[in-house]
Each structure stands twice: as structure tokens, then as C-alpha cells.
């Protein structure tokens, strides 16, 4: 068929009346009551403690008996009704042989594994499974990976004999699935066959199975359940019948992943085996240090503690243990502890990797004057590392809130060091702390000319507030009167410029604050609207599948995964095929040169598994040559886009939707900033009892509405969450927790709004405090609103933002009460209205 004919038929006006016009053809006109959300505040009344218990999705809206007849029975399994599906598959049959049989055996498979009737699963699923079909167009590894979970799942209630029959099915039907091209889910097919391999008995197995198990653990050493997979493997040597290999293999389980279960079942293994388990002094050390690791800081310290006051530890092995002693109590928190270690030994040799561990823990135990002692010892030493420390004392002396010595400490520093830079915007910002605001707004001036654009922007504002309170104080003394003064009229003017300037930034946003704490209008809020797309209804799963199928059938072949991920949704596998569609949008970006490059964060986007290897290598995107035709064919591409643009929208696909519009459809911010996952999100900040804008400002902040990014630091999801986090924060909801689990948005969304309550309730409703929190952590924000808070004067949030120590939470902070503040514009109507004046008082609730 000629391409022409192709693009003829599926013209963009066919595109739209598939999808029931519901994808932004022709948008209806916003309406505020359409649009209207909680409006976002930075100060939130909390009338009580949010509840702990978990949120739970509302229940299915009717009954298979009352569905109307157009509900599909794959669109009542993507709506989490399993057996209301199987149900409607009785009166859906279709020809045998066909695609549409060959789908419905898929989802009768899936509903019954969620039913927990995996014999069901296997007997829907045995004739596909045994066919060929060409994966390039059809996900048959997506068939065998279903029909192998099954068959596992039948062996767990199975007799021995038999059980290990329907293993050796799985594990062939895996085999046959890795080998195929595409994959995507290749890991955890992998993994999943290396498991039925470690439970069928026999020697024959259990070698299958070592080898299996160390080819997984050489390609996932990051993999959630890493010392589980290690204990498999330790337990087939055993079976293999290699006893003292078996024991070398548990004592290593015992020792590395120490903390863990997998440690507790390998001692008793090696019990079994008669080889009761004594650790020497070195293993204890590895003990304690893996123990670490794995979050167990009770047995951490304990084998830490015996080593240190044993009589019989050698001096040398007892300063290693105070020093990991040191290291554990600084992971639990604990940083009065790892301070008094570390003072121990560092009476006894001030190494400089010591003293920097020492101040660390000084300074996180808010033992400032301490810290400050060690940094002004090192200023006497001569050359650079003198001045360095100098520097140092300087910062330690601010964070601490000691502002005099600050200062007394930047007067030694040379004069040009104070006139660039760091010293420039020093020497204004610590007399605009110790109240000598006109020579603070001087500097500030001084300042402003001399600093990069950001920096000067807040040279600017602050110069503005000096003024204001250089005014303020001289009407307070008498000096001045109630009337307009010269310095209030500048600052006036500096503000207005602010606003006038970068209405929806940061300084922006400040300076309109300011002006209205003083009565003065700051001038309307700036225009931005929604998208026209965000007042329509999302598309019903009819409408999608129609949208699918089209674009599937016009340019099928020259993006297989279109094909792949239609068959997948017409299933209701609906993740399966949201990865499908991702893989069709960035190789359309690829086609058409739309990838704009730059910096990309780890992801799972494409394939499964990836946070799991050692290294991060994305796929390449390979499309068949004839698809470089589409690009020389009018009207193609443009027909394309709308196609995937209306399927990111019905899947919810929020980072690919973005980049699908283009920059007609609206400014940045209005097609940056959608309600990603609205239904999920709105309900869980509901439960919680806090605008969803909050939520929205954090994802956008945190991935971009990505929910398979990993941050370099291994935090996972659309709203970032490390996995030790999520797992307190499940096991205080008491749910279950797995890793990758953090990659669904209902999970990551519930236990981040949880998380998120909890720190609006700790800082008593303060949204910057919590914004903080959850970049840098309740425990750190907690320490330095304790240290700020020392002062006479009350703590003003915008000073206490700038003084945030870490870099990358201050920024972080700035960018989300940012992009709050433009989701409380678009859907709310109105800024967002921050109170300035912190209140520095902080609840025990949570501090992880």
C-alpha cells in the first residue's frame, strides 16, 4: 500500500473522531468550575493530625451485572475487575485463530493471576505460548513471561513431582522469551528463571541453577533482593553436593549481607551442615560495616560495642570499630555519638579525613561551638590551607547563627577576597543579619552590580528588604515619620522591577509578597492558562483502543511498537503497553531530529531492569529504513504526532504528552505544568488533607512526571522516594513493600502525599519547611531552624531559605514553591499568598 494512501486515510481529522474528539481538536471553552482546585497556600491550617492509616482506591463503580455492554472486557481488567472480566469474556468469544482470540487468551491470563487461579492462566495460555508468532508486531515474550509466572505459581501449590514438571515448563518458556527481539523485560525474566530453577530439585538442577544465579548476580548486582539471590545460590551448591563450596558460599552470605534475612537463614544453614558459625575480629568488622548497609543499626553498634570494650580487642582493631561505631551512629542520626568516637580518636592523631568526618558530626549534633574551635585552630596554618579554613569558619560560624563571629572572622580575610564572589555578597548579607540595614542595603547595591544574574537578582531583593527595614526601624526610634520615605519609595521600585521582570520566579514571587505586606498592590498576576486538553475529560478505553489501532495500522510498519503496545492495551495490560507507547514517541523524536539531547536521568522508561546492572546503557531505538519515507511524506509526521500526542494522553503519559506539543500550543509553563495522574494524585492529597498542587510542584521538581526515573542515589518514581524511606513509610501504613513497586504511580503517590502530610505536620504546616524536608531531609531542616532560631529577631522564611546550607535543597526549595505557585495560577485562579514569618516550632513525628 502506498504511503500517500496511508497518511490520506488517517488524516488528522480522523485521528480526532477516533478518539471522540476528546483530545484537544477542537477544545471546549475553560470554564472556572471546570478548572477549580484547592487554592495553594504556604501556610496551611492543619486542624488535626493527618491519619496514618493508608488511602485506599475508591471501589470499581458497578458490577459486571451492571457494566453497560460497551465495556470491554480487557477495559474492565485495566480498571482492576478481574473477575467482572472473565465474566465478559464468556460473552465476547471470538474466532480461534485470530488476533482477537490470541488477545483475549492474554487477558483472560492475566485476570486469573490476579484472582490468584494460575491454573487458569496456564490453560488459557498453553496454545499461544506454543505458537510463533513475529515479535516485531505481536509481544510474544510478554505471552510466554505471563504463561511462565503461571505455571510457577501452580508448582507452589503442586506436589513435588509434579511442581518441578510445571517449573521446567516455566523455565523453557523464559528461555524461549529472553531470546526474543524486542525485549523489554528481559531482567526480570532472567531473575524469575533463575528462581525455578534454585526450587526444582535434583543435582542436575541445582547446577542449572548456580550457574543461572551467578550469571544474574554478575549482571544485577543492584538488584532489590541481591543477598536473596545469593542465598539461592549458596543453597544449590549444597544440593549439588560440593558441601565445603556451600559453606564458603553462606559464610560469605552471612558476613556481606549481614542485617538481612538472607544472613539469619545462612547461619542457620550453616548450622544444619554442622558448622555452626565464629566469626573472627575481621569478620566482625565486615559484619558490622554490611549490617550498615542493610539498615540495621542495633546489630551494627552491638558488634561494634563488643569489639570496642572487649579487653582482648588489639588497640589498633578497637580504633577501626570506634571509627565504623562512629559511622553507624552517624547513619542512625545519632550524631552526638559519632562525635564523641571520633573525639577519641581524634586526640590521639588529628588526620585531616578524620577532622572532616568530626566536623561533620559536630555539626549535625548543632555542637557548632565546638566546630567553630577546630575550624579557627586550622586558620593559623600558613598558605592556602589556612585561608581555606578561614573560609570554612567563616560558614560554619553562619550556619551555626553565631553572625558576630561571622563577621569578626570575614574582617581577617583580605580585602579583594571580600570584593568577589562569596566574600561580596558575605559582607552584605551578615550585616543585613545583624541589623545594620543601611549599610546592608549599600553592599547590596555594591553587590548587584558585581554578581552573575541569579545572584544579583537576590542582591536586588534583599537590598529592597533592607531598605524596607532600615525604614521600619527609623520610623520605630522616632527618626521618621508615618509618611513615604525615601528609602520605602526605592525599595517600592526595586519590588515592582522584581515582579515586572520574573513574575512567576522565585524573586518575583518574594518581592509581590512583600509589597502586599506593605499594602501595596503589586499590579494583577501574570496570564497563564492550562492547556486546552486539561478541560477535557480523559479519553474511555474504547476511544483509546480505537486511537491505537489506527496508528497501529498506519504506521505499524514503520514503528512495530505500535503494533506491540495496541495488542498489549486491546489486553488491558495497560503498563505493557504504556512502555510500548514510550518507545514509539522517543523513536518518532529520533525520526523526525525532535530529540533535543542534553542531559537524560537513569530510567526504566524502555526496558526493566536497567536500575539493576552496574552501569546504565539505554537501548537504541532501531526503526526499519523504509521508515525514513514517513519524513519526506507531507503531512505525515504532523498526523503522527497528534496520534501519539492523543494516546499520551488517554495512557497518562504526562513527560511524553509535554514534549509532544509544540510551542504553539501554549507557553512552557502551561504545557510543562498538566495534573499528571489526577485521579490517583487528587485523591490521595485529598485523604491527606492538603492541596494537590503540592504534589504536582514536587513531581514536576523531582522527574518531570517520569515514573521510572532513578536518581544517582537510587531514589525511585515520578515524586522521588529512596527505597529505605519507602519502606518505613509502608511499614507504618502496613502495607507490603517492593522497590520496583515505587515505580507504579498509586504506590509512589500514596506514600509520597503520606510523607509529605507527616512533614507538613512536623513543621506545623509550613509547605517551603516541607519542601525542604523532602529534599534534604526533616532531621536537617529540624537542626537548622533550631540554630537559626537562637536569635533575637524572629526568623523570616525568605532569609531562611537563603541560609539553607546545602545548595541543592535551597535551590530545590526555591524551584518548587516556583512551580507551586504557577499550578495555584492556572487551576486555582490566583498566587499563592506565604506567610514570611517561620514558626519555629517542629513535632517528633518523623525525622527519615
Not at 236 to 246: L, S
Request: with cysteine; glycine share 6%; charged share 25%.
Amino acid at each position: 500500500m502506498a504511503l500517500a494512501s496511508r497518511t490520506k486515510r488517517m488524516s488528522a481529522l480522523t485521528l480526532c473522531m477516533a478518539t471522540g474528539a476528546l483530545l484537544a481538536c477542537r477544545p471546549a471553552a475553560l470554564t472556572p468550575e471546570a478548572e477549580r482546585v484547592h487554592r495553594g497556600v504556604n501556610q496551611i491550617p492543619l486542624t488535626a493530625r493527618p491519619p496514618a492509616a493508608a488511602t485506599q482506591a475508591p471501589p470499581p463503580a458497578a458490577a459486571l451485572t451492571q457494566a453497560p455492554a460497551e465495556v470491554s472486557a480487557a477495559a474492565l481488567l485495566a480498571r482492576g475487575e478481574p473477575e467482572a472480566a472473565l465474566a465478559r469474556l464468556a460473552l465476547e468469544p471470538a474466532p480461534a485463530g485470530s488476533l482477537q482470540f490470541a488477545v483475549q487468551r492474554l487477558t483472560k491470563a492475566r485476570a486469573a493471576r490476579e484472582l490468584g487461579r494460575p491454573a487458569e492462566a496456564v490453560q488459557a495460555l498453553a496454545e499461544l505460548a506454543a505458537e510463533k508468532r513475529p515479535a516485531r508486531t505481536w509481544p510474544h515474550e510478554v505471552v510466554l513471561h505471563e504463561y511462565a509466572q503461571a505455571l510457577v505459581e501452580a508448582a507452589a501449590s503442586a506436589p513435588g513431582a509434579e511442581a518441578d514438571a510445571l517449573r521446567k515448563q516455566a523455565v523453557a518458556a523464559w528461555e524461549r522469551a529472553i531470546d526474543h527481539e524486542p525485549v523489554r523485560n528481559a531482567a526480570p525474566m532472567r531473575v524469575a528463571r533463575a528462581r525455578a530453577l534454585a526450587a526444582i530439585e535434583g543435582q542436575a538442577a541445582a547446577r542449572r541453577a548456580v550457574k543461572a544465579l551467578t550469571e544474574v548476580l554478575r549482571d544485577y548486582p543492584e538488584h532489590p533482593d541481591v543477598a536473596g539471590l545469593e542465598l539461592l545460590r549458596a543453597q544449590a551448591i549444597a544440593r549439588e553436593g560440593k558441601t565445603a563450596d556451600a559453606v564458603k558460599a553462606l559464610r560469605s552470605v552471612a558476613i556481606w549481607r549481614a542485617g538481612t534475612e538472607a544472613a539469619v537463614a545462612a547461619e542457620a544453614a550453616l548450622a544444619e551442615l554442622g558448622r555452626p558459625v565464629r566469626y573472627t575480629v575481621a569478620e566482625q568488622l565486615d559484619r558490622a560495616a554490611a549490617a550498615r548497609r542493610s539498615r540495621d543499626m542495633t546489630l551494627s553498634r552491638r558488634v561494634l560495642t563488643d569489639l570496642v570494650e572487649d579487653s582482648k580487642t588489639p588497640g589498633h582493631v578497637r580504633e577501626v570499630a570506634l571509627r565504623s561505631r562512629a559511622a553507624t551512629a552517624s547513619r542512625a542520626h545519632d550524631y552526638g555519638a559519632c562525635a564523641d568516637d571520633l573525639w577519641v580518636l581524634y586526640k590521639k592523631s588529628a588526620s585531616a579525613d578524620l577532622r572532616g568526618d568530626l566536623l561533620r558530626c559536630l555539626d549535625k549534633a548543632g555542637r557548632y561551638d565546638e566546630a567553630l574551635a577546630i575550624w579557627t585552630e586550622q586558620v593559623g596554618r600558613k598558605g592556602g590551607a589556612g585561608r581555606a579554613a578561614l573560609w570554612e569558619a567563616i560558614r560554619q560560624a553562619i550556619r551555626g547563627g553565631r553572625y558576630e563571629k561571622a563577621r569578626e572572622l570575614l574582617g581577617r580575610t583580605p580585602a579583594k577576597e571580600r570584593q568577589r564572589g562569596e566574600g561580596l555578597w558575605l559582607d552584605a548579607w551578615l550585616d543585613f543579619r545583624l541589623g545594620d540595614f543601611d549599610a546592608a542595603a549599600a553592599a547590596f547595591a555594591s553587590a548587584e552590580r558585581r554578581l552573575p544574574a541569579e545572584q544579583a537578582r537576590a542582591a536586588r531583593y534583599f537590598r529592597a528588604r533592607a531598605l524596607l527595614a532600615a525604614g521600619a526601624g527609623a520610623r520605630a526610634t522616632g527618626e521618621a515619620g508615618e509618611e513615604q520615605t525615601p528609602d520605602r519609595g526605592e525599595a517600592e521600585r526595586l519590588l515592582r522591577q522584581l515582579v515586572s521582570e520574573d513574575p512567576l520566579g522565585y524573586y518575583g514571587l518574594q518581592a509581590r509578597q512583600r509589597l502586599l505586606d506593605i499594602g501595596v498592590d503589586p499590579g494583577p498576576a501574570p496570564a497563564l492558562a492550562p492547556v486546552p486538553a486539561e478541560s477535557n475529560p480523559p479519553p474511555d478505553f474504547a476511544a483509546t483502543r480505537a486511537t491505537f489501532e489506527a496508528l497501529a495500522g498506519e504506521f505499524g510498519w514503520a514503528f512495530p511498537a505500535l503494533a506491540r503496545g495496541a495488542a498489549l492495551h486491546a489486553a488491558g495490560l495497560l503498563e505493557e503497553a504504556r512502555r510500548e507507547l514510550r518507545v514509539a514517541v522517543d523513536a518518532y523524536e529520533a525520526l523526525y531530529g525532535l530529540d533535543r539531547g542534553g542531559w537524560v536521568p537513569r530510567h526504566e522508561d524502555l526496558v526493566v531492569g536497567l536500575s539493576w546492572k552496574s552501569t546504565w546503557k539505554q537501548p537504541r531505538l532501531g526503526l526499519p529504513k523504509e521508515a525514513r519515507k514517513l519524513v519526506r511524506e507531507r503531512g505525515a509526521g504532523e498526523t503522527l504526532r497528534e496520534g501519539l500526542f492523543a494516546l499520551t494522553w488517554a495512557l497518562d503519559e504526562p513527560y511524553r504528552r509535554s514534549r509532544l506539543m509544540p510551542p504553539t500550543a501554549g507557553p512552557y509553563k502551561a504545557r510543562w505544568h498538566p495534573r499528571a495522574f489526577r485521579e490517583t494524585v487528587e485523591r490521595e492529597a485529598t485523604a491527606r488533607a492538603f492541596d494537590p498542587t503540592h504534589l504536582w510542584a514536587l513531581m514536576y521538581t523531582e522527574s518531570r512526571f517520569r515514573r521510572h526515573v532513578v536518581s544517582s542515589s537510587g531514589a525511585r518514581g515520578a515524586i522521588q522516594i529512596m527505597p529505605w524511606t519507602g519502606q518505613q513509610l509502608a511499614a507504618r501504613l502496613g502495607e507490603p513493600f517492593d522497590v520496583d513497586a515505587l515505580f507504579e504511580e498509586e504506590h509512589n503517590v500514596r506514600l509520597s502525599a503520606y510523607y509529605f502530610a507527616e512533614l507538613l505536620h512536623k513543621f506545623h504546616g509550613q509547605a517551603a519547611l516541607a519542601y525542604a524536608s523532602y529534599n534534604g531531609g526533616p532531621f536537617n531542616v529540624a537542626r537548622w531552624l533550631a540554630a537559626k532560631g537562637s536569635t533575637a529577631a524572629p526568623l523570616e522564611l525568605d532569609v531562611f531559605i537563603a541560609e539553607i546550607p546545602f545548595r541543592e535543597t535551597a535551590n530545590y526549595t526555591r524551584r518548587v514553591l516556583e512551580v507551586q505557585a504557577a499550578y495555584a495560577l492556572m487551576y486555582g485562579g490566583s498566587l499563592p499568598r506565604w506567610e514570611n514569618t517561620v514558626d519555629l516550632r517542629v513535632e517528633d513525628n518523623i525525622d527519615f
